[in-house]
């Protein structure tokens, strides 16, 4: 094994400079999946781009196809030799927006070397994971040997902005993916350097909760202590989610799973954070129980006269978006139902309140019994010399749910280079090419121990 693991490693390692070259001319594509933030070109140019590079790391047959959502998905497949099971690894190309670009220390589109680690928009998610594999791919290939298992390979183009298009995808067309082990390399390790596999997600059920009390605005001044505020109203129904030390409290729902994996230590997940000093962290029980395991309800945004420019008037109408993660276990549709109730009978002074309900998105939780799952385990191992660490995940990948109802029977594991560090979605993303290069070692292991 050890003989293997070096081998493998100088193969990846000689590759590095040609990954950071390759990272770089993906980043710089604005990959945004929505055509107000950036040409529908630069998602084009971004699928071509990853079609070629897998077709240059030994997948033949790769194609481009335009999904329900008009995202372009990148499906590919290279056999295997006959016995031997067939691997999907998973991706995505699209981004998240830069957002305000002032808050940036580098250019957001142009890959920028800093202490050492990769910066820019899609660095870790989802691009840095989309090298990861060609990186394991060409480790394999390189000394002239065919891969010894079969590969499908899948890189999505509007993941980040839920479009859906995939998910149809293999409703439609369950042969582009069936396999017997999916790697689904859109997560992290929960630090640098610590093996982690992602074993569930959490999923959504989302609202937005309108309240309406007047007729239009009114003085304040002459009209202030008895005219119904409708702002008021949603301040005090939004008030009732969350109890005083701050653990979500939707009438109706279980808020007492706990975690049995990995802990996340609170110093760590301060610092993760960004808490400010001084400032206590919510949920009564431990971290990874509220992050991993609970129901937990966010505002997302709240429609209300702004401080600038406010008038003394008293607001007749305002509204809140809600975000419900949902843990494995609950039923995100009953989940969205008590929320809405909850809401409904939360509001004071008769006020009138709609409820719009969002697409809920399902939980997932890994089966990790499989000869799948601990081959993998045995190839995070060798790769970082370490056990693994069992982990979850806050967010949600519709995807894993439609996969497992399309096949039942295969192995779904999730991993990346998305660790704490990497501040996906936010300014200044980065990744740490230390996992993008360990990731690919013990990919290239996985696959060559899996057959």
């Not at 950071?20 to 070109?41: G, K, M, T």
């Not at 040997?145 to 499908?152: A, M, S």
Request: negative net charge.
């Amino acid at each position: 094994m050890v003989e293997r693991v070096d081998e493998i490693r100088s193969r990846v390692r000689a590759q590095m400079p040609t990954a950071r070259d390759e990272l770089a001319q993906l980043v710089a594509f604005r990959s945004i999946a929505d055509p107000r933030q950036a040409p529908p070109s630069e998602n084009i140019g971004a699928a071509g781009w990853v079609a070629d590079a897998f077709r240059g790391a030994g997948i033949p047959s790769v194609d481009l196809i335009e999904t329900s959502d008009g995202s372009t998905a990148v499906v590919g497949h290279r056999p295997g030799p006959d016995g031997a099971p067939t691997v999907l690894l998973y991706s995505h190309y699209d981004v998240q927006p830069a957002g305000d670009e002032a808050l940036w220390e580098s250019p957001p589109f142009t890959l920028t070397e800093r202490d050492g680690r990769w910066y820019g928009r899609g660095a870790a998610d989802c691009k840095g994971n989309l090298v990861m594999h060609l990186l394991a791919l060409r480790a394999l290939t390189a000394g002239g040997e065919p891969l010894p298992v079969g590969i499908r390979i899948v890189s999505e183009g509007s993941e980040e902005t839920g479009g859906g298009g995939l998910e149809h995808l293999v409703q439609e067309r369950p042969d582009l993916f069936a396999a017997d082990v999916v790697i689904i390399a859109d997560t992290g390790n929960v630090a640098v350097g610590v093996p982690t596999l992602t074993t569930s997600l959490r999923g959504i059920a989302n609202v937005v909760v309108h309240v309406e009390t007047l007729a239009g605005e009114l003085h304040s001044g002459m009209y202030g202590g008895s005219a119904p505020d409708a702002l008021a109203a949603l301040v005090q129904m939004l008030s009732t989610l969350r109890d005083l030390g701050g653990n979500t409290v939707v009438d109706g729902l279980d808020t007492a799973q706990v975690w049995d994996g990995v802990a996340y230590p609170e110093d760590r997940f301060r610092a993760d954070a960004g808490v400010l000093d001084g400032v206590r962290l919510t949920g009564s029980d431990t971290v990874a129980d509220a992050v991993w395991a609970r129901p937990a309800l966010t505002i997302l945004g709240i429609d209300a006269p702004p401080v600038v420019g406010s008038a003394a008037a008293i607001a007749p109408r305002a509204s809140a978006r809600l975000n419900l993660r949902v843990p494995p276990g609950m039923d995100p549709h009953r989940a969205q139902d008590a929320l809405v109730a909850h809401l409904e009978k939360a509001a004071p002074w008769g006020a009138r309140v709609t409820v719009e309900r969002e697409a809920v998105g399902e939980p997932f939780r890994a089966r990790t019994s499989g000869p799948g799952y601990t081959a993998l385990t045995a190839a995070l191992t060798a790769a970082y010399g370490r056990g693994v660490a069992v982990a979850g995940q806050g967010g949600t990948i519709p995807l894993c749910t439609v996969l497992a109802v399309q096949f039942p029977d295969a192995e779904i594991v999730l991993m990346g280079v998305e660790e704490p560090r990497a501040s996906i979605h936010a300014p200044n993303e980065s990744v740490d090419p230390s996992e993008i290069e360990n990731l690919a070692v013990a990919e290239a292991l996985f696959l060559q121990g899996l057959a």
